[in-house]
């Protein structure tokens, strides 16, 4: 099976923002409601993001950093209003629980939104070599 490397370290990406992302989440949750929580989250999880996809995942870290932070505002702005809005409705319409709305809201949004925006409008360019997985 043949992966895009670009994919699959934006993904192993993803999961670690996601987690810091989660992990603030849930630490406010004790403080402030979660659509507060959720929206505080995002931004974290942006940033850890943000980092690891310029230098590991996309290799962009030759592009004017300026520039790419100025794309991936609007980019950031859709996946918070995106998460707040699936996790509203998950968690205070459906009534699923807390933990399983974000794991679930969270993936629609990156396959959905985050990895096309990050791929092709932030951080653009000529795509990776596909690598070989077992």
């Known amino acids: 099976m043949i992966i895009n490397r670009t994919f699959a370290r934006s993904v192993a990406t993803s999961i670690f923002s996601t987690a810091v992302d989660f992990a603030t989440l849930l630490g406010l949750t004790q403080v402030v409601d979660y659509r507060i929580a959720t929206a505080i989250g995002?931004?974290?999880?942006?940033?850890?993001?943000?980092?690891?996809?310029?230098?590991w995942a996309f290799e962009a870290s030759q592009g004017a950093l300026h520039w790419q932070f100025v794309r991936v505002l609007p980019v950031q702005a859709g996946s918070t209003l995106w998460q707040t809005l699936g996790m509203w409705l998950a968690v205070g319409t459906i009534g699923l629980q807390l933990v399983f709305a974000k794991i679930t809201?969270?993936?629609?949004?990156?396959?959905?939104?985050?990895?096309?925006?990050?791929?092709?409008?932030?951080?653009?360019?000529?795509?990776?070599?596909?690598?070989?997985?077992?």
């Open 105 to 134: 809201v969270s993936a629609l949004v990156y396959l959905v939104w985050n990895y096309p925006m990050n791929r092709y409008f932030v951080f653009g360019g000529k795509p990776a070599a596909p690598v070989a997985t077992e």
């Open 42 to 55: 995002t931004i974290v999880g942006f940033l850890t993001n943000f980092t690891i996809n310029r230098y």
